[in-house]
């Protein structure tokens, strides 16, 4: 059902676009901070969890407005996270402390194309917005290699990427403020949603395990800044 409701949205975007022979169009390029709201990322086990960690948001968007309060937004966002290793860390202190151990990853990323309706208001320079976008995500789940050791005995684990198509949603506020006559500063806040499918990992001292079709919720928070651009 989801995926219908996302097909009928852009085709309703493509529609609407191709019949209005007037409106503003912007482009605006912002970048900030993607802050993790759900504290599920895991690749451990679900009682040995650790945190995805605050990261970077990127956020590029097409508008074009159709009334004088509505219009239409096109969006590509791109969101990245490292963990949270001291977690990892205690996890394998406490299981042995005489352990050593080394440990290195890539990051947890999902990038998404998304369309939806676009409303605004603006008195003077100033104009308040809000979007409501559906689309696709493509997410990594990040790569991972750990070696334990002691004085006897040494063990390395490795864990490939992986990625994973999935729908998508993002629900957002913005702040827009004209400071020449096609040029305005951009302000953010979005929540992000989406959950892809990996084979799930589970990572034991000596081994690590995959559970085929596992769900991988990732819920942020998006809060950018940066510029537009006035097209027409």
Known sequence: MKKYLIIWIWIGIATTAVAQEIGEKYVGLSIGSSIPTNAEYRFYSNEEVWYAMPGFHLNMHYDYTLTKNAG?????????????????????WSTDPKMQWKFKSDFWTSSAFMGGPYYYYRFQKLE????????YSLSKFPSMTVTTFDLSDSKTIEQLDERSFSCAVNLGIGVRYSILNKITLDLNV??????????????????????????????????????????R
């Open 72 to 92: 239409v937004t096109v969006l590509f966002n791109t969101n990245s996270h490292s963990y949270n290793v001291d977690e990892m860390v205690r996890l394998l």
């Open 128 to 135: 308040y917005n809000t979007r409501f976008l559906m689309g």
């Open 190 to 231: 979005d929540y992000f949603s989406t959950s892809p499918v990996f084979e799930t990992s589970i990572l034991s001292l000596y081994d690590i395990t995959t559970i085929p079709n596992g769900k991988q919720k990732m819920r942020m928070a998006n809060v950018s800044f940066g510029l537009g651009y006035k097209l």
